[in-house]
């Protein structure tokens, strides 16, 4: 036992558990906690960006790039209050992070001192937070630290992994108590939960005897590394892929049986097997509306028909919106495993690959057909630029190991149909809570996760004057981000949403200038100037792929203010509907149904 303060518990837990960095801002009560880490700066590294929000964005951006955990630190009232979006994100999207968060002193509990929470319970932050993380502990005495902090490293990275929250009363940073601190896991997960043997050998037998297999594949399956079984299996039974924005790369996308994302904004390829498949094997996906195309039957799936085995770690997910004919509750890469196995013991997998032969060639033509359809628009040469071109030129100019970081909006949209992502976790989406911040502030988190990798963001303009201050941050801290701002002078998403159903009524989704009514946005490249960032406005199409070859040879942060059509839409190939709202038809194919 050492008599120790809580504070140097918590860094000296972090620092066993190899946690690098500590992103956060400080405050009156969370002091105590910086004065730890000021002492151990050789071992962890306190960074301090200009905002709470974007402290959590770096570490969800962190966790999805390496997979290992870093934490957060703010004071208490407002500084923790601005944690709620990043959580938010980082929760449903799977990605685990330590947010620390200060409270009131003990002593002053249900007194209503400065900056505390307690309408309904004293120094009641957990309750701010419970929906967006997977626990909240708030150790009240130091001798309780070590039993939280254990406990909280555990439990982020185990399972499905999430957010947890370490709320800390300011007396308990500075107190001391005679405590040992827990052994190290270094944020090992407990073992991976298999499938049985009896759903192995049921699940092999239906891959086997399809005619047409698809594989659906999400972010569980990125989380569990699983990108190189997932192959194997492809290329052995010959079986087409769809994915989830949050499991592109995975498999790479260049391979001929990938059809890439299904849904809306998907690919023709994709809804087409999708609509048409008699087996399905979904790992690590949870069937959101958007790749479901709102689970209207004939858009994206028919389950059934359609025979579905669903694999989840997360036993709640398996069966949420449709139900499964085999339900399996295990680890993306242990299943993928079990089943290769499985096809060792077997033989006859040949005639498996034959059989779906057909299948493959009916695939190929719909790439074919969905390729003659696009490709015209990626070398259009135009100002403003078209979408497409954009998106082509991000993509030839991209590194192969490139981290690409997408914010939430409408370009957004434009990158989960055409982008090819060579290899797993190197293309980050803030996809269930779609969080404006997270590409603006993520970035950061992402290059320092991965530092010999270029790291693009690609933001819209709205997103991006939510989070400006990045630029400073990248500025102290010498983080080398390149900003592509989508600037199409509006929040792009929403204004198609009143020009189609709303018929034409727009109201609030364009930035116009008070006095002359025309388009108007910040010169971003001189704002990015003034905070010591190289900055570029883009008009022409011509002139984009020079530039972002420019900013990623300079190895700075950088901006590119792009000029984007805001006129041009993405081609819909299925549907989304917001009840009661009438759903569209997709502009490129159509539903199919099997005849009963």
């Known amino acids: 036992m050492t008599l120790m303060k809580g504070a140097d518990v918590i860094a000296d837990v972090l620092i066993e558990e190899k946690v690098p960095y500590v992103f956060g801002i400080c405050g009156h009560g969370n002091v105590g906690m910086i004065d730890a880490l000021h002492e151990r700066q050789d071992k962890i590294k306190f960074i301090s960006p200009r905002h709470e929000q974007t402290a959590g964005h770096m570490a969800d951006a962190y966790f999805r790039v390496r997979h290992k955990p870093v934490a957060t ?36 509990f249900n007194r209503a001192p400065f900056q505390e929470t307690y309408q309904h319970f004293q120094a009641d932050f957990p309750s701010v937070v419970r929906p967006y993380v997977k626990r909240s502990f708030q150790p009240s005495r130091v001798d309780m630290l070590p039993t939280a902090m254990r406990q909280a490293m555990h439990l982020m990275t185990s399972g499905r992994p999430g957010p947890v929250n370490l709320d800390v009363p300011y007396n308990v940073f500075q107190e001391e108590d005679d405590v040992e601190l827990p052994s190290s896991r270094s944020l090992n997960p407990v073992s991976r939960i298999a499938a049985s043997p009896e759903d192995v050998t049921r699940i092999t037998t239906m891959l086997l005897e399809a005619r047409k297999p698809l594989l659906f594949v999400g972010h569980g399956v990125t989380l569990s590394e699983a990108g190189p079984e997932l192959t194997a299996l ?7 892929v ?4 949050n499991g592109m790369g995975t498999l790479d996308m260049e391979h001929p049986l990938s059809l890439g994302f299904i849904g809306r904004n998907g690919t023709y390829a994709a809804n087409q097997a999708g609509r048409r498949c008699d087996v399905l094997v979904a790992i690590g996906a949870r069937f959101d509306d958007r790749s479901s195309s709102s689970w209207m ?27 499964p004919e085999v339900g399996v509750s295990a680890d993306a890469r242990t299943f993928l495993r079990q089943i290769l196995a499985e096809l060792d013991r077997r033989s006859g997998d040949n005639a498996s690959r034959l059989a779906s032969e057909a299948w493959r060639v009916e695939i190929a033509g719909w790439k074919a057909e969905w390729e003659a359809h696009i490709r015209p628009q990626f070398g259009s040469d135009t100002s403003p630029m078209r979408p497409e071109r954009v998106v082509a030129d991000v993509q030839r100019l991209m590194p192969e190991d490139g981290i690409l970081v997408c914010d939430s909006g409408v370009h957004h949209n434009w990158f989960m149909q055409h982008w090819q992502a060579r290899r797993p976790q190197r293309m980050l989406n803030s996809w269930g809570f779609s969080a404006m911040g997270f590409g603006v502030s993520g970035a950061l988190g992402a290059k320092l996760a991965a530092p010999d990798s270029a790291c693009v963001a690609v933001v819209g303009d709205g997103g991006f004057t939510m989070t400006p201050h990045v630029l400073c941050t990248a500025v102290e801290y010498n983080i080398p981000v390149v900003w592509v701002i989508w600037n199409n002078y509006a929040w792009g998403a929403i204004r198609d949403l009143q020009l189609g159903p709303f018929e034409g009524r727009e109201l609030g989704t364009s930035f116009r200038h008070g006095e002359t009514g025309h388009p108007y946005n910040p010169d971003f490249g001189a704002m990015a100037r003034s905070c010591g960032v190289d900055g570029v406005k883009v008009s022409n199409a011509g002139d984009f792929g020079d530039a972002l070859k420019a900013a990623i040879a300079s190895n700075r942060p950088y901006v590119i203010d792009a000029e984007v059509d805001v006129n041009v839409k993405p081609t819909s190939v299925g549907t989304w509907q917001l009840p009661p709202l009438q759903h569209p038809e997709p502009a490129f194919g159509k539903p199919w149904s099997p005849v009963t």
Request: proline share 11%; net charge negative.
């Open 297 to 323: 039957p004939g858009y994206s799936w028919n389950i059934p028909p359609t025979r579905l085995v669903h694999v989840d770690i997360a036993v709640e997910e398996v069966g949420r919106n449709y139900d």
């Open 73 to 108: 630190l703010t004071s208490c009232g407002p500084g923790s209050a601005n944690m709620p979006m990043s959580l938010a994100c980082a929760q449903a999207d799977s990605s685990a992070f330590l947010a620390i968060t200060a409270n009131v002193p003990t002593s002053q």
């Open 234 to 240: 492809v290329d052995r039974l010959g079986i087409p």
């Open 242 to 245: 769809v994915m989830s924005p």
